[in-house]
């Protein structure tokens, strides 16, 4: 293929989430009412060869907001996402014995501070820290997070809200409703089969796959969401792998699903994590089941520990008897991700492109903007792909670093001393010099809208704030600055509001399977 040889087709090896949901947004975007297009030989073909011998693991249950943006724009309805998913809302994560391996609790709320646009509340909050927690104070979500309330109501129409959410759900039913519509909406050409080998031009550009069954695949663009096995970008490309253990030390994960004991029973609406010895516990309401693993570091604890302190927890929230009929599934994972994502004219997103583990549920979010990328900046040529690929690049692994360093905050704010899992994420070898830096800073100023280096960050400083002051951190402001002074006079007023908005929602909103049910039962308004 010559430089100008324009792209027409895209690849995409692998299935499962990753693979599907980029296919979804490639070609909402480049085949979007093909039927009703006349240049239809200007269109982008996308195609995706996925293994029927290879199972679909998910790469995780919870998504982050940007989650509704994507669904919507690639034509699949909410209400069809809570019946065939069986999905829930997440309004956020919920941590506890984090601080002090106590009774500690806070939360990370996906709605940013009342009036944060023009005022920081920080400074203002940090007055009267011993008497409210910093997310209670500045935000409503919080409140409807600890009372298991939802985020809307059956009149809301769909995507519509009153505080910001995304979803907890089924990975694998996800990925089977993702096929289903880029097959029967999208124009996606589905192979079921298993790659055996991948040809390269001269210029060692990939240009076709062969097949177990005897087709081969031909493209422009290839899309490597083959998973941990990185089929395309690892096996055939060698692009090596920079494993980030040294900062970030959990390699092995412990899954389970859990029935409710009963069918009524409460379904939280924000991802629980519940710090252990070794690791921490996350625990997943969906309407039919609860999803609780244990994700911990192998060189800190045994499968054996690891499994009974699941186990105890299973038997604390739910029952001995449930505890006691659960199986559990061992899923092992090296923390850290590729020297690069986009070589020659192969992408990879998902776990082929890297992993680090599930706070914050960053694997999903990571696959949307992969694919958003890929899609909006989809090559002409291959001249200018040299062009994007240096660019997306440099984009995810400036992503990466900072996936790595909010992840890493989490641990370094501790006062845990309880073990030496908790002693050595504290050491100073162990703590990216970005994320140290800007604790210096923080000690000093609140971080705020100048924090963010990049209009587009992962995450926007809120999210710092409140994992920050949900650990108790302590910042020392004592310039007297004239926006202070201002912000003074707003604060009490945005404070107030805070209060009088908390008291409304949480008196007018339903719980998260009250409402889920009415979904089911009567659907969504349309926007």
């Known amino acids: ?42 269109l982008i073909s996308v195609t995706l060869i996925e293994s029927p011998e290879i199972s679909t693991i998910g790469v995780g249950e919870g998504t982050w907001p940007s989650m509704r943006t994507t669904l919507k724009k690639i034509g699949i309805s909410e209400t069809e996402l809570f019946r065939e998913c069986d999905a829930s809302f997440k309004q956020g994560t919920l941590f506890r014995r984090w601080r002090n391996g106590k009774d500690d609790i806070y ?61 907890h759900l089924d990975a694998v039913k996800f990925a089977k409703l993702l096929q289903k519509h880029c097959v029967e909406k999208l124009g996606v050409i589905h192979h079921s089969a298993k790659v055996v080998q991948v040809n390269s031009d001269s210029d060692n550009y990939i240009v076709s796959l062969d097949t177990d069954v005897d087709t081969t695949v031909s493209g422009d663009l290839f899309v490597d969401a083959s998973g941990s096995r990185s089929l395309l ?40 994590s519940t710090a252990q010895k070794n690791g921490w516990i996350w625990d997943i309401g969906l309407p039919s089941r609860r999803g609780i693993g244990h994700v911990y570091s192998s060189s800190h604890t045994t499968e054996e520990r690891a499994t009974e302190e699941l ?24 923390p850290g991700h590729r020297a690069e994502f986009w070589h020659k004219n192969c992408v990879a997103v998902g776990m082929s492109a890297g992993f680090i583990e599930p706070l914050e549920a960053s694997a999903l979010v990571l696959v949307e903007l992969s694919a958003a990328m890929i899609s909006e900046q989809l090559p002409e040529n291959r001249h200018v792909m040299k062009i994007i690929a240096k660019r997306f690049n440099q984009k995810f692994l400036y992503r990466w670093e900072r996936i790595i360093d909010f992840l890493k905050l989490h641990y370094i704010l501790t006062q845990r001393n309880d073990s030496d899992y908790w002693k050595d994420n504290q050491m100073t070898d162990s703590i990216p010099f970005s994320i140290a830096e800007a604790l210096d800073l923080w000690k000093w100023q609140s ?33 007297e600055r004239s926006s202070s002074r201002n912000g003074s006079l707003a604060s009490k007023r945005l404070f107030l509001e805070n209060i009088q908005r908390t008291e409304m929602l949480v008196s007018s909103m339903p719980t998260n399977r009250i409402l889920i049910d009415k979904i089911k039962a009567y659907g969504l308004q349309k926007i």
């Open 447 to 479: 971080p705020w809208h100048q924090d963010t280096m990049r209009a587009d960050e992962m995450f926007p400083s809120a999210s710092y704030q409140y994992i920050l002051y949900g650990m108790n951190f302590e910042t020392k402001q004592c310039t």
């Open 233 to 272: 970008l690892g096996k055939h490309y060698g692009i090596a792998f920079h494993s980030k253990k040294q900062f970030l030390f959990n390699d092995t994960g412990l899954a389970s699903q859990v029935p409710y004991v009963n069918e009524d029973d409460p379904i939280a609406s924000s991802t629980l």
């Open 311 to 334: 186990l105890n927890y299973i038997a604390d929230t739910i029952s001995p008897q449930t505890a006691a009929k659960t199986s559990v599934r061992k899923v092992n994972f090296e």
């Open 107 to 167: 939360t990370h709320p996906f709605t940013v501070p009342h009036g944060y646009e023009n005022t920081n509340l920080a400074p203002h909050w940090q007055l009267f820290r011993e008497k409210v927690d910093f997310a209670q104070a500045v935000s409503s979500q919080n409140s409807l997070m600890l009372a298991g309330l939802a985020p809307k109501q059956i009149v809301t129409p769909e995507y519509g809200f009153h505080v910001n959410y995304g979803y």
């Open 1 to 42: 293929m010559s430089t100008s040889q324009t792209i027409r087709s895209v690849v995409i090896v692998g299935g499962g989430t990753a693979g599907w949901l980029t296919a979804a947004i490639v070609a909402a975007e480049h085949r979007g009412n093909s039927d009703q297009r006349k240049d239809t030989e200007s």
